[in-house]
Structures are given as C-alpha cells and as structure tokens.
C-alpha cells in the first residue's frame, strides 16, 4: 500500500505560481510512475502531467506545457508540480496518484493509488 498526502495549493493571482507537492508513504516509492490530475467544479477529473519512477520521462498536457513543470526527489518520497503562469482556468482540485510501473500513464484507471486532494485557485 502506499499513502499519498498533497500540499502546497491555495489562492494566487493570475500569473503567479504555486509549487504542489505529494509525499508517499508506506512503500518504496522510488518505483512508481506518479501522475497529477485536476478537477474542477463540474467537470470530470483530467490529466495533467506524470513522471516515471526514475524521473527521466516527464509528461504533460497541452494546455500545461511550458507552465507546469513534474519533478520528483525519490531520497524524500516526493513529487512536486511547479506551476508557473497560473490563469484562472487553472482552478481546481489537484490530485497526485500512483502505480507500480516503468511507463507514464495518463488514464485514471490506470492508477491504483490517490491522494484527498489540494485546492489551487486562480484569481483573475
């Protein structure tokens, strides 16, 4: 089993940058895949970026690119989401989730573990 706690949302202004992080217990969390998802009011929960388990495949999704930014430090069993140039439509609930594995994967049944979520809201 692994446990996953996130931290670092809150409010920010429209271009401001908030850095998320998700630290793992309760399993060597050095080899799992960790994905970050988001959902916002109304709408379904989607993809936004993933790492693999030695940190050398990192993706993301379009609407991401070249703002958020997936790392992870295996030493302290985190992954952090840096998130740059933040715009409104970037509000959500953000949630980091993993699964053994040595691919990226961005479909949540792909994911066996999840954390409660961290509220990140963009004011325009």
């Known amino acids: 089993q692994v446990q996953l706690v996130e931290s670092g949302g809150g409010l920010v202004q429209a271009g401001g940058s908030l850095r998320l992080s998700c630290a793992a217990s309760g399993h060597t969390f050095s080899t799992y895949t960790v994905g970050w998802f988001r959902q916002a009011p109304g709408k379904e929960r989607e993809f936004v970026a993933a790492?693999?388990?030695?940190?050398?495949?990192?993706y993301s999704t379009d609407s991401v690119k070249g703002r958020f930014t997936i790392s992870r430090d295996n030493a302290k069993n985190t992954v952090y989401l840096q998130m740059n140039s933040l715009k409104p439509e970037d509000t959500a609930v953000y949630y980091c989730?993993?699964?053994?594995?040595?691919?990226?994967?961005?479909?949540?049944?792909?994911?066996?573990?999840w954390g409660q979520g961290t509220q990140v809201t963009v004011s325009s």
């Open positions: 790492i693999t388990w030695t940190g050398g495949s990192t």
């Open positions: 989730a993993a699964r053994y594995g040595t691919s990226w994967y961005s479909k949540l049944n792909e994911y066996n573990y």
